[in-house]
């Protein structure tokens, strides 16, 4: 589905579009596990598009991705234990101190940390861009690569490696502390600017399409704006 | 940034290459394989197309009234696109080496071909062009 298709089928794809970074938050807080809670988020935002269409938007969207996001994350976890119990078992432990973590949210928007964390230094901005959009922007794999101009088998390679290196520089899942923040805050704003310039300055695709990037990188910044803790 | 990777001949090589064992082919054509996947596990695939025989090649232009006119090429004097790669990096630098990956694809005996490649920047925004 290209950007421009989202946008004439604004209820549910936006409303996903707003949701799916705040229910990756909450299950990869809960589960320490971003790579996974990304995928198991995906699956989430697929089922509600079917099931929405069909039956409506529930009367509380949120909680319904979130509770089948957590039951995805949950499939995932059991189907694998057999083959990697050793991640299993941390996974559990994970799932079994949860209070901990989701109270430690509630002030922070955990929208803020999922930025900060697809636009790290340690990825490339190719890299960090793809992340950005699909984890903070919510757009699908298919989405970016049309963006991009790029077939969606190698956007997809493009963000599971951007989550692997995620994964290996064991990055955690929270804010920067005040030093750190206004270096990374740069970083973020970077990677911002490149999206949005892509938009921009495109000559090739079609318009609407990559319109609809810049209109993407606007709304990231303004949530990024939204966000911060001090005045920026 | 997109670049393109493009591999010619001139038509010569490819009556060597029409005389290559079956081992030299298939090691060859493996390599290919595996380089384009690769290139798709690194994210960085967009295209590639292996081009005809240039025996089938014409030059086309537009004649009085539009129509095709079509003409044989000249296959002693002229070099002919084999076939070529688009990928999407971060740097000219990656694109020279995967290009020179390319390059060093095993000819005859499997010793690396060699084979020049050009390597060009697809144009992809106002700025490329300076306006």
């Known amino acids: ?232 | 940034m997109k670049y393109i990777l493009l591999m010619r001949g001139k038509s010569g090589d490819w009556d060597e290459y029409a005389r290559w064992s079956k081992e030299d082919l298939q090691r060859n054509v493996e390599f290919m394989q595996r380089f384009n996947k690769e290139l798709h596990d690194a994210g960085v695939f967009v295209d590639i197309k292996g081009l005809a025989w240039p025996q089938e090649a014409k030059l086309v232009r537009a004649g009085k009234n539009g129509e095709p006119v079509t003409d044989g090429v000249f296959p002693g004097s002229k070099e002919f696109l084999a076939g070529y790669w688009v990928i999407d990096v971060e740097t000219p630098e990656q694109a020279y080496q995967i290009a020179a990956r390319v390059s060093a694809a095993p000819g005859p005996g499997g010793k690396p071909g060699s084979m020049p490649i050009e390597v060009r920047k697809v144009l992809s925004s106002h700025g490329d062009l300076g306006f």
């Open chain 1, 1 to 232: 589905m290209a950007l421009s298709e989202q946008a004439s089928d604004p209820p549910i794809g936006h409303l996903l579009r707003e949701l799916a970074p705040h229910v990756l938050g909450i299950v990869a807080r809960r589960f320490a596990d971003f790579d996974a809670a990304e995928d198991a988020v995906q699956e989430a935002s697929i089922a509600a598009v079917i099931q929405w269409a069909l039956e409506g938007v529930p009367e509380n969207p949120r909680a319904w991705l979130t509770q089948v996001a957590l039951r995805k994350m949950t499939d995932h976890i059991r189907s694998e234990s057999a083959r990697r119990r050793r991640e299993m078992e941390l996974a559990g432990e994970a799932a079994r101190a949860p209070e901990a973590a989701l109270e430690a949210a509630p002030g922070e928007d955990d929208t803020l940390v999922l930025l900060f964390m697809c636009c790290h230094p340690a990825l490339t901005p190719a890299s960090a861009i793809a992340l950005t959009l699909r984890a903070a922007g919510g757009l699908s794999t298919a989405e970016i690569a049309h963006a991009f101009l790029v077939p969606e088998t190698t956007m997809a390679q493009r963000i599971s490696r951007a989550k692997q290196t995620i994964k290996e520089s064991g990055i955690p899942f929270q804010l920067p502390n005040a030093e750190e923040r206004a270096v990374r805050l740069r970083s973020v704003l970077h990677v911002l600017y490149l999206i949005f310039n892509e938009g921009y300055t495109a000559s090739s695709g079609s318009h609407l399409r990559r319109a609809d990037l810049s209109q993407e990188a606007i709304r990231l910044t303004r949530m990024a704006l939204r966000l911060q803790p001090e005045k920026y």
